[in-house]
């Protein structure tokens, strides 16, 4: 029986190019010299789509693909697929929620004490002797006890805000409303003004045109000199332009992002920056998370061309 084409828009690890490969016969579209003469020549015979959170599948892919019934994203973030594109034709969409969001979370907390704590710098200050040279290394702020938000409680922003809980920190959140899994955190509907409560703001909320520059300049002068943005969802949540402003001017304190417009191509200002952790949208980055993610990337496929129901269905 002929394997379904697939096209395949970015590289996974080894561990699942050899199953993909097993199961369907694959097209690498991030190979391809002339990527848009590639999938004229591909596209008529596409019949699945696997992407990656941050690469997804614009109109002009979906359309060169007429035979196109499903789209497996190798994420939890799916705004980058032309939702809308899809839904004129009836295409399925799927993620990889659930097996990625402790290892999101974990990081986000982690982005929070390196960078509060200053670990990075403390890491420098032996290698480089100057522990041995000039003393002691410069006092940092804690964590414990102070003040966090979480924009956006899902499931990620819960494990990110049930992981603050460890810390003894005060806890509200935003979100479209007051979440009955939340009843020992304070729910504050304007991110304006849970900015202006907390010392830490998390941004954990899923990317969307709705949710585009929703941590703008108000909200990143609510949280203030003293405050620290950390973002593990989307660059598209924030206006970047704003956050590169405050962190030049110290209207705020610092940054810690996993995240960037024009990734991995970030704006050179942020390498300028002495008050910012930088991350390579690795949160989900761990062998045990990205073999999950694989697996589910195939078993959607492998459902929808089984005529089986989706695992982890979007659309
Ligand atoms: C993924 C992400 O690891 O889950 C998402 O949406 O952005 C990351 O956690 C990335 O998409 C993999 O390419």
Same mark, same amino acid.
């Not at 929070?112 to 003393?135: F, Y």
């Not at 191509?265 to 949208?281: E, I, S, W, Y």
């Given at each position: ?13 080894q ?54 019934? /499903? ?6 973030g &799916?705004?980058? +697929?032309? #939702?809308? !594109? ?5 295409i399925? %969409? ?10 999101v ?15 990075i ?9 100057s ?20 924009l ?39 991110? /304006?003004?849970?900015?202006s409560g907390?010392? &830490?703001?998390? +941004?954990? #909320?899923a !990317?969307?045109?709705a949710?585009?520059?929703? %941590? ?32 030049e ?6 940054a810690?992002?996993?995240v ?14 002495d ?31 089984a ?6 269905? /979007?659309?």
């Amino acid at each position: 029986m002929t394997k379904p084409h697939i096209l395949q828009v970015g590289p996974y690890p080894q561990w699942d190019e050899e199953p993909l490969n097993a199961a369907f016969d694959v097209h690498r579209y991030f190979d391809a010299a002339d990527k848009a003469a590639f999938l004229q020549t591909v596209g008529p015979q596409i019949r699945g789509i696997a992407t990656r959170g941050e690469l997804g599948a614009n109109r002009a892919m979906i359309q060169a693909c007429p035979k196109l019934e /499903v789209i497996s994203v190798y994420g939890v973030g &799916f705004d980058a +697929v032309d #939702l809308e !594109a899809c839904r004129e034709r009836g295409i399925r %969409v799927t993620n990889t929620p659930d097996v990625l969001t402790n290892d999101v979370a974990d990081l986000g907390l982690a982005m929070m004490l390196c960078l509060s704590r200053g670990m990075i710098g403390a890491e420098t200050w032996v290698r480089d002797g100057s522990w041995a040279a000039k003393g002691l290394y410069p006092l940092k702020r804690r964590v414990w006890g102070r003040r966090a938000g979480v924009l956006g409680l899902g499931r990620i922003g819960f494990e990110v805000a049930k992981r603050l809980k460890g810390f003894d920190m005060q806890i509200s959140y935003s979100d479209t409303g007051p979440k009955d899994y939340a009843s020992d955190m304070t729910f504050v509907a304007d991110p /304006v003004e849970l900015a202006s409560g907390c010392d &830490f703001l998390f +941004v954990t #909320l899923a !990317a969307s045109a709705a949710t585009r520059h929703i %941590v703008g300049e108000k909200v990143i002068a609510a949280l203030g000199a003293e405050g620290m943005l950390i973002n593990i969802s989307r660059a598209s949540n924030i206006d970047e332009e704003a956050l590169l402003s405050a962190l030049e001017t110290g209207k705020l304190g610092s940054a810690a992002l996993d995240v960037f417009e024009g990734e991995p191509k970030l704006n050179p200002r942020f390498l300028a920056l002495d008050n910012v952790l930088l991350q390579p949208h690795h949160a989900s980055g761990t062998i045990e998370t990205r073999q999950a993610m694989g697996k589910l990337v195939r078993d959607n496929l492998m459902a929808h061309f089984a005529g089986q129901p989706l695992l982890t269905p /979007v659309l």
